[in-house]
């Protein structure tokens, strides 16, 4: 399920029960303490989805223990996110250049508490659901808020190392398309030269669960994807202002900020090919 909702760069590993057959490092062992056994059981069934979600990427298991402020501390270069909650525990990964942060949440497919709607969704966002809840009867969408706002908490902490509050963010839910935008109302951090003021997420509903997912790209990933396709070489490596393809026609030209990045030209394929054929990768330097 949860591999509907992330790209094909980020490995995931879900699971429907407990997995206890795992071995815990020492590490994790004693940062589970005496936990009480519904703890160690999401805790061990978590570590046994990392270590599988590790190993697509072709990584060994290593302890994977809680550090500041709870968030799971990832092998150098890599990302990920878990979650746990009643019958589901999953954990996703993928290498730092390809995927800068994730975040990953699973709730219950049940309305929330009483009362705490007000506490997580500003006035704004009440209105959204329950207009949602007229227009698209069917999930909860107030649990799938309430799991939009913990997935881009899960996000937002390796890259700031900073609180946000749940009136920190305003999020928009797409009832058709299956995703959700996230805006802040708080500065954001600052990535590959840009300044995160939005993410974009994914959710999907579905046998009694809520899934929201955000992994943000790295910004060298959409230039390549979206320079793939380019086919003419200029004569001079370019100064990049923007990137986007045309299906291949036009020399990119839009890009999302950092809009002072070079771009040379590289030939990849098969060169002795005089026809069009090849594709033109272009490389993504800052300067
Ligand atoms: C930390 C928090 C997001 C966890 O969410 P949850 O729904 O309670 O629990 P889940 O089972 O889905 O997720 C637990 C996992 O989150 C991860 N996690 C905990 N703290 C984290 C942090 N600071 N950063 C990233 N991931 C974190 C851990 O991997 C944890 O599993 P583990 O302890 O087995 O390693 C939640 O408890 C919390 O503190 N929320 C308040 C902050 C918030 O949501 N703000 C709203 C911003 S709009």
């Not at 935008?181 to 003021?197: A, E, F, I, K, Q």
């Not at 771009?263 to 054929?277: E, F, K, L, R, W």
């Amino acid at each position: 399920m949860l591999a509907e909702i992330l790209p094909p760069e980020v490995a995931a590993v879900e699971a429907f029960g407990d997995v206890l057959d795992v071995e815990l490092f020492p590490e994790e062992e004693a940062a589970l303490g005496r936990a009480v056994d519904k703890r160690r059981r999401e805790f061990t069934t978590a570590r046994a989805c990392a270590r599988a979600a590790l190993a697509k990427l072709g990584l060994p298991p290593v302890p994977i223990v809680p550090g500041l402020r709870g968030a799971p501390q990832w092998p150098h270069d890599v990302v990920g996110s878990i979650t746990h909650c009643i019958g589901y525990r999953a954990a996703a990964v993928a290498r730092g250049h390809d995927i800068r942060t994730l975040g990953l949440d699973a709730e219950p497919d049940e309305g929330l508490p009483e009362g705490v709607v007000n506490r997580v969704a500003a006035a704004d966002e009440r209105a959204g659901l329950r207009a949602l809840a007229s227009a698209t009867p069917g999930p909860c969408w107030d649990r799938l808020l309430f799991s939009a706002k913990e997935s881009i908490y899960k996000a937002w902490f390796p890259l700031t190392r900073r609180w946000l509050g749940f009136e920190d963010t305003v999020i928009t839910i797409n009832p058709v398309n299956g995703t959700f935008t996230v805006r802040l109302l708080v500065p954001g951090p600052v990535l590959d030269g840009r300044s995160l003021t939005r993410f974009e997420g994914r959710w999907l509903v579905r046998d009694g669960l809520v899934l929201t997912a955000i992994a943000v790209p790295a910004l060298p990933q959409l230039c390549h994807r979206l320079c793939l396709a380019w086919r003419p070489l200029p004569a001079q490596p370019a100064t990049l202002m923007r990137v986007a393809g045309d299906g291949g026609h036009q020399a990119p030209t839009a890009c999302t900020p950092p809009s002072t990045c070079t771009i040379s030209p590289v030939v990849a394929g098969n060169q002795s090919d005089s026809s069009a054929t090849h594709a033109r990768i272009w490389q993504l330097s800052d300067g």
